[in-house]
């Protein structure tokens, strides 16, 4: 049976209901499923071609075997993959894996979705007690949106969101701002950083936490993670036959690579994965001078990865008992400041008509990069936010206008419902208290 243990090395081990449920380790590390035992190579090989639903279920099944009925897991997958993961072809050695088919229109609808059904599956007390369970969220962008959507309306739960006051794009705010219900919108004062400090210090308040049932749905929930090794094997079984693909990795927290790794860990064949960011390179870094400095984050217009101090390293680098060699032989840092950024979005849309947001370019520009360096294979980005939820952007670049979905088009016209706060956990905690 798989347990959950802390990277921070000091809390027990637990069963998936208290890993998902707690968020954050009580020693302040973040949970990694044990043992990660690899698929036999014939049971990888069968996942090729399979539609996306079989395959999620397949890699749930075994990642999460002992901890949930295969049935209840299985219409958990069905439920929270009702959209497409389609791999696009860009050009001949470079393929798109488009992620924001869901309904907020960004990778993390993968595991948002997961995990609001996942925990209503293992935890019964969500629904027999009447204090809600509160969902404590900090997000640079795409998560707020995904995990507003997930949760709102969810009985027995409520969401709270923080996010950096006018740091996120007008589109990404009104996605969860725009709510209402059970879902209330933080706009701090201060950077993403800051809001993921306040999240954390939230989680390690005992005195709060004995007053308010907190969980998280950011990448430190490790329900909200590993769903996403779903679409790295669905992506590769997609992919032209031949030697292991390289695949590239916008990142920001770095929950997204953490997913690939695992999925590595797993059996999933893939060369080497680039992990893209933009001028916040924290990890790039790392990876060439051997030396991880986090440091205050930068404003870019890719503004979801704007993190100066990705949480998810820690998961990482357990994930290879801080052996920076083995890291190394695995994964490559590239890091594009934002003008390359704008000048990959108007080449890629001159030369194939594919169009670009600012993470995805980054990832594709991070591809390019490395695959001039291994001519032998081809190679998948994650595409991880459509184009229209940065239009503003976009659009100038291409010289037209961005279709924009209805789903999109819909929320110009509602009113923001927010709260805008000091970067103070005081100011966390009275919201917390009296927003029940």
């Known amino acids: 049976m798989i347990r959950f243990v802390s990277t921070g090395g000091s809390a027990p081990p637990v069963g998936l209901a208290a890993a998902i449920e707690q968020g954050l380790a009580p020693d302040g590390g973040l949970y990694l499923p044990e043992p990660l035992v690899p698929f036999p190579p014939d049971e990888v090989n069968a996942l090729r071609g399979l539609p996306l639903v079989d395959v999620g279920r397949r890699v749930a099944a075994h990642l999460l075997r002992g901890c949930i009925d295969k049935t209840v897991l299985g219409a958990i997958v069905r439920e929270a993959l009702d959209f497409p993961i389609p791999l696009v072809r860009v050009s001949e050695r470079i393929f798109a894996l488009e992620l924001f088919h869901g309904p907020t229109l960004a990778f993390k609808d993968v595991g948002a979705r997961f995990l609001a059904r996942l925990l209503a599956a293992v935890s019964a007390r969500v629904s027999r007690v009447s204090e809600p369970l509160t969902v ?116 920001g927290n770095f929950g997204n690579l953490a997913a690939g790794l695992i999925a590595k860990r797993l059996g999933l064949p893939v060369a080497r994965f680039v992990a893209a960011t933009n001028a916040n390179d924290v990890v790039p870094a790392y990876l060439r001078t051997g030396r991880y400095q986090p440091r205050p984050s930068q404003r870019t217009i890719s503004n979801a990865m704007d993190v100066g101090t990705p949480g998810n390293v820690a998961r990482i680098m357990a994930l290879y008992d801080h052996d920076l060699e083995r890291l190394r032989r695995d994964v490559v840092g590239r890091a594009q400041n934002d003008a390359d950024t704008r000048a990959c979005i108007t080449r890629v849309w001159e030369q194939t008509r594919y169009v670009l947001d600012p993470h995805s370019a ?53 009113p923001l419902q927010r709260q805008i706060i000091d970067p103070d956990l005081d100011a966390v905690r009275v919201v917390l208290q009296s927003a029940r």
């Open 362 to 414: 980054v990832a594709y520009l991070g591809l390019e990069a490395e695959l001039a360096e291994r001519r032998d294979t081809v190679g998948m980005f994650l595409a991880t936010a459509h184009p229209a939820k940065f239009a503003d952007i976009v659009n100038p670049l291409i010289g037209t206008g961005v279709t924009v979905p209805e789903r999109l088009a819909r929320l110009a016209d509602r």
């Open 136 to 251: 404590l969220v900090a997000t640079s962008g795409d998560t707020g949106g995904a995990v507003a959507h997930a949760f709102h309306g969810v009985e027995g739960t409520r969401v709270v969101i923080l996010y950096p006051l006018e740091q996120v794009s007008p589109v990404q705010e009104r996605q969860f701002a725009t709510l209402g219900g059970n879902v209330l919108a933080l706009a701090v004062r201060g950077t993403f950083d800051d809001c993921q400090r306040l999240a954390k210090e939230a989680f390690a308040d005992r005195h709060l936490r004995e007053r308010v049932r907190l969980t998280s749905a950011n990448s430190i929930n490790v329900g909200r993670l590993l769903p996403q090794a779903f679409y790295y094997f669905h992506g590769w079984g997609q992919l032209p036959a031949g030697p292991e693909p390289i695949v590239s990795v916008p990142s």
